[in-house]
């Protein structure tokens, strides 16, 4: 059985610490590997090493540390099947899915490091007096990432492209529940040493890389508990954070859409990846003039999720990471059956190895219920019946989280009051949709700190002002 070890300026070490932890797989159960448990003193270790290679990873040209991060991508791409293997050993993604969205974090790593080339790291603005006025982007310096395991490798490659490009050094800390991914991508990198590096661990690891005085920013991915502790330590520190958290996102389903190609939209977006994406679909509001065909559809697309080991091609929804995350959804459905709520299809954990839960469809749902209230991070779509657009709306807009948000709607002013739903992206008509160039920043409980285009720059730099008097004559 593999046993991982931390990657620290440039070589592979074991832990400090001798806590190890066990990984399983989620579809059959059995322990895959061991990895340590997490340390301040590996954390110390890495860090120094980010500090360390620093100052000549920002001496280098913006066109040469574009080039290193270019060839690392191709490196990934060509092990693409092989990452998103090990995720589904990880935690249970099918590997096709895992490969397309490995795939679009490989596309957009290129994309967001390419942006460093027509960046402004330095604008000169002429004063009146003969003055000039440099603004300079300057690298913030050794810089932390912290990762969910939702999607191993793209949430590393999504932060990791404009911290490197902009010239910081960074450490790694991705979840103990999918480490395989993460450290076979460092296997792979072609970077020199010290400029990524990678500790392994919980909280035991998380925890004291976010406390440390060396570490200039962390960009954290997570839920809403562990990002409160997050902002709270940083802010004690005066550090900065980015912090990407939990949701709840609704979706307002109009009359005069097509009922049964929305429900099936809305069926991907509520059960893909089992349910375990922070934008994922978690509340469902339907038009009373539709809703009967929508349930209707709604209940026959579930019905299509075939439940499976991620490994075989004809499954479409993979186990859930772990027991814990399932007895989380499953813990939600009794509340709201026992509450009132209607089990159209789905709603039991099947009597197997592995901790599957299948695509659930819930009606007679109401505002109060957990499946309402808390982040699910299931396969479950849980139907609220609204008499009007409006009332849909408001009931979107009310919830603490507010990270994204989707309408379907073919009324043009329903589609521009839906441009007030409090979120950090609202999708009209098609949900994901957007490219690399959207400019983010979540709302609510679900995090802050504007990310994607050039805002991931602004916040991967400290800006800094130089002025210089006209020269006397
Ligand atoms: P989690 O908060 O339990 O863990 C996330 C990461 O933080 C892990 O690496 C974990 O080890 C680490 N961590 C935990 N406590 C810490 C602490 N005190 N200090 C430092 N690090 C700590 O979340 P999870 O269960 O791994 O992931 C699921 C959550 O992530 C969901 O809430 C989901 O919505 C959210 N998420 C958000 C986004 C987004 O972009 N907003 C994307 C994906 C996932």
Not at 126 to 137: F, K, N, Y
Not at 215 to 240: E, N, Q, W, Y
Not at 384 to 404: I, K, M, N
Request: charged share 20%; aromatic share 6%; proline share 7%.
């Amino acid at each position: 059985m593999k046993t991982l070890q931390n990657f620290i300026g440039g070589t592979w070490e074991d832990s400090q610490s001798s806590a190890m932890q066990d990984l399983v797989n989620p579809a059959s159960e059995n322990v895959i590997a061991r990895h340590p448990g997490g340390s301040p003193a590996d954390v110390d270790r890495a860090v120094d090493a980010a500090v360390e290679a620093q100052p000549e990873w920002a001496a280098l040209p913006v066109a040469e540390r574009v080039k290193y991060l270019i060839e690392w991508a191709a490196v990934i791409a060509e092990h693409a099947e092989e990452l998103a293997e090990l995720e589904c050993q990880e935690m249970g993604k099918p590997i096709a899915l895992g490969r397309s969205f490995i795939e679009g974090g490989i596309q957009g790593f290129r994309v967001a490091a390419e942006e460093a080339l027509t960046y402004p790291f330095a604008v000169t603005l002429p004063g009146a007096d003969g003055s000039e006025t440099t603004i300079l982007r300057h690298p913030l310096g050794a810089t932390a990432v912290i990762t969910p395991w939702n999607f191993p490798v793209p949430m590393v490659l999504g932060a990791l492209g404009p911290l490197l490009a902009a010239g910081n050094t960074v450490v790694v800390k991705p979840s103990e529940r999918s480490p395989l991914s993460t450290a076979r991508l460092f296997e792979l990198s072609t970077l020199p040493p010290g400029v990524v590096n990678l500790v392994l661990g919980d909280a035991r690891a998380g925890a004291p890389l976010v406390e440390h005085k060396q570490i200039r920013l962390v960009h954290f991915t997570g839920s809403v508990d562990a990002g409160r502790r997050v902002g709270a330590d940083t802010g004690g520190r005066l550090c900065r954070s980015i912090l990407e958290l939990g949701g709840k996102d609704p979706v307002v389903v109009d009359a005069g859409v097509d009922p049964v190609a929305t429900a099936a939209a809305v069926a991907f977006g509520s059960f893909v990846n089992t349910g375990q994406i922070c934008t994922s679909m978690e509340r469902i509001y339907v038009h009373q003039d539709i809703a009967e065909a929508f349930v209707a559809a709604l209940v026959e697309a579930a019905a299509t999720y075939t439940l499976g080991d991620g490994r075989d091609a004809e499954t479409v929804l993979g186990p859930l990471v772990d027991a814990g995350q399932r007895d989380i959804v499953h813990r939600h459905v009794t509340d709201a059956v026992e509450r009132g709520a209607r089990v159209r299809i789905g709603g039991g954990i099947p009597n197997r190895k592995g901790f599957f839960y299948p695509a659930t469809v819930l009606t007679d749902v109401d505002d109060t219920m957990l499946v309402m209230t808390e982040e699910t991070f299931g396969p479950i779509a849980p139907v609220v019946v609204v008499s009007s657009f409006e009332e849909g709306l408001a009931r979107a807009g009310s919830s603490r989280f507010a990270l994204g948000a989707t309408v379907y709607t073919h009324n043009s002013d329903h589609a521009a009051a839906a441009t007030g739903i409090p979120a950090g992206v609202t999708w009209i008509n098609q949900w994901q949709g957007g490219g690399p160039e959207r400019l983010y920043e979540p709302a609510g409980e679900s995090g802050m700190g504007a990310t994607g285009a050039r805002a991931a720059y602004d916040a991967a730099t400290r800006p800094a002002t130089i002025h210089t008097a006209p020269t006397p004559s």
